[in-house]
C-alpha cells in the first residue's frame, strides 16, 4: 500500500529536549516535505527537499532541522524544542517537484512541548 | 507570489443538504487548484484538482468545483451532503510551472442528522 508513515503519533516532551520526527515514504518519490497545521492558519511548510542531499526552507524552517540521506526518508529534528513549536505536524511526499502533482501525507505527529 | 482564502471557518448543515465551500486565490499566474480532505485523526487527501480542460471537476464522492478565472474562485459544492462528509477541507494553489503549493485555513463541515 502506497504511504507515508510518521513516527511518533503523538508526543509530549519537554522544552530543550532533542527530538526527532521520522518520515518515510514507499512511493519513490522525490519531493518531500514537512508542514504544521495550526488553528486557523492553516498548514505551513516548514522544509522541503526536492531530491537526496537537496533541502531547503520552507516558510516556518526556524527551530528545525531536516536531512534527506535516503530517497524514501526526511526526518525532522527539533534541536531544542520550545512550546511555540506545540502543534500536529505532517510530512508529505510527491512524485516530483512539479507544482500539478498530488500530495500525499502522513496520518499527523501531535507533538507537546512543555 | 499565490495565496489562498477560505471564507468560512465552519460550516454546519443538516443531512442531506446542499453545501458549498468557499475559495478565492490570488495569482498573477496561470494556476492549479486543490481541494484536500482530513477527517478526524487523520492526514489530508486528495479530493480533487484542477489543473487545464473542464472548469468543472468531480470527485468519486459527488463533490465537484468549479474553477472560475474572472472570480478567482474554486467553490466546492455537494448538492446531498452524508454524516460522513464531517471532515476539514482545504483549498490548496500552486502557481503552474512552480513547485509551490500553497494552502488556505480550511473550513471545517459539520454534517448534523
Known amino acids: 500500500e502506497a504511504q507515508v508513515t510518521q513516527n511518533p503519533r503523538y508526543l509530549i516532551t519537554v522544552t530543550g529536549k532533542k527530538l526527532t520526527v521520522t518520515c518515510s515514504q514507499n512511493m519513490n518519490h522525490e519531493y518531500m516535505s514537512w508542514y504544521r497545521q495550526d488553528p486557523g492558519l492553516g498548514l505551513r511548510q516548514i522544509y522541503y527537499?526536492?531530491?537526496?542531499?537537496?533541502?531547503d526552507k520552507g516558510d516556518v524552517p526556524e527551530g528545525y532541522k531536516v536531512s534527506r540521506k535516503e530517497k524514501r526518508n526526511f526526518p525532522l529534528i527539533l534541536e531544542s524544542p520550545s512550546p511555540n513549536q506545540t502543534s500536529l505536524y505532517f510530512c508529505?511526499?510527491?512524485?516530483?517537484?512539479?507544482?500539478?502533482?498530488?500530495?500525499?501525507f502522513g496520518e499527523g505527529s501531535w507533538l507537546t512541548v512543555v | 507570489a499565490q495565496s489562498v482564502t477560505q471564507l468560512d471557518s465552519q460550516v454546519p448543515v443538516f443531512e442531506e443538504a446542499p453545501v458549498e465551500l468557499r475559495c478565492n486565490y490570488s495569482?498573477?499566474?496561470?494556476?492549479?487548484l486543490f481541494w484536500y480532505v482530513q477527517y478526524p485523526n487523520q492526514g489530508l487527501q486528495l479530493l480533487l484538482k484542477y489543473l487545464s480542460g473542464s472548469t468543472l471537476v468531480e470527485s468519486i464522492n459527488g463533490f465537484e468545483a468549479e474553477f472560475n478565472k474572472s472570480q478567482t474562485s474554486f467553490h466546492l459544492r455537494k448538492p446531498s451532503v452524508h454524516i460522513s462528509d464531517t471532515a476539514e477541507y482545504f483549498c490548496?494553489?500552486?502557481?503552474?510551472?512552480?513547485?509551490?503549493?500553497?494552502f488556505g485555513a480550511g473550513t471545517r463541515l459539520f454534517v448534523k442528522a
Open positions: 527537499s526536492m531530491n537526496v542531499e537537496v533541502t
Open positions: 508529505a511526499s510527491s512524485l516530483s517537484v512539479y507544482s500539478g502533482n498530488t500530495i500525499y
Open positions: 495569482s498573477s499566474v496561470s494556476v492549479y
Open positions: 490548496a494553489v500552486s502557481e503552474a510551472g512552480g513547485f509551490k503549493t500553497i
